[in-house]
């Protein structure tokens, strides 16, 4: 889901600074897993655990994504350079399948790009300019200008495949379980293809 781009600065240069990086963001939640915790206020054995499968994600596809051919000369392209402001937190399971893909295409942009993750419950102003139907879904993808920090595109929360898989399962009054089974089942199969499809969209309208 996009957003048209604002005119006025995302964010000050100071908070963006603030701004994890993903090595810095990865050891965060590593951190928190060995003392049985995970990224925000809300803590439960539930979220840990979800944690823990978000790790094994993201370390399996840290390894495993391949950029596309087309989506890294795009990125190589860029007649400027972008910040890319990442709203995450580490037990998301959507996140888990989706930054991974955002840090190695910036990693393949050749300098164009550099990733910022900032965590949504500390951010909750930030978030708030990003609402899908009204509820803070995450991951939220924010392209800003490099030299003004006013947005260039948005896109967030998950592939819009994903979205509409999952708006129809919870039409459906699938549960929690059911519904993140199947979601991750869809990403296990797409293999990050259509999440990268995607971005190679936005990507083009930056130009």
Do not use: F
């Not at 390894?63 to 190589?76: D, H, I, N």
């Not at 350079?81 to 991974?100: F, H, K, M, N, S």
């Not at 949504?120 to 003004?148: C, F, K």
């Amino acid at each position: 889901m996009t957003t048209e781009p604002t005119t006025q600065p995302v964010l000050t240069p100071e908070r963006l600074a603030s701004a994890y990086t993903y090595a810095r963001y990865r050891q965060l939640i590593d951190e928190l897993q060995a003392d049985g915790k995970t990224t925000g206020p809300q803590q439960s054995p539930e979220l840990t655990e979800y944690t823990h499968l978000n790790v094994q994600r993201m370390q399996r596809l840290d390894k495993t994504t391949r950029v596309l051919p087309e989506l890294a000369a795009a990125v190589q392209a860029l007649p400027q350079r972008y910040e890319w402001l990442i709203i995450t937190e580490g037990w998301c399971g959507d996140a888990a399948q989706i930054v991974p893909v955002l840090e190695a295409v910036a990693q393949a942009s050749g300098g164009n790009i550099r990733t910022h993750y900032l965590l949504r419950d500390e951010n909750p102003d930030l978030m708030d300019r990003y609402l899908t139907n009204g509820a803070r879904s995450i991951p939220q993808l924010v392209v800003l200008h490099a030299e003004t920090l006013t947005e260039a595109a948005h896109w967030g929360p998950r592939p819009v495949p994903a979205q509409a898989l999952l708006l129809d399962l919870k039409a459906q009054g699938a549960t929690h379980e059911e519904y993140a089974e199947k979601i991750h089942g869809w990403y296990a199969k797409d293999k990050t293809q259509t999440t990268q499809h995607e971005l190679l969209a936005l990507v083009q309208k930056l130009r």
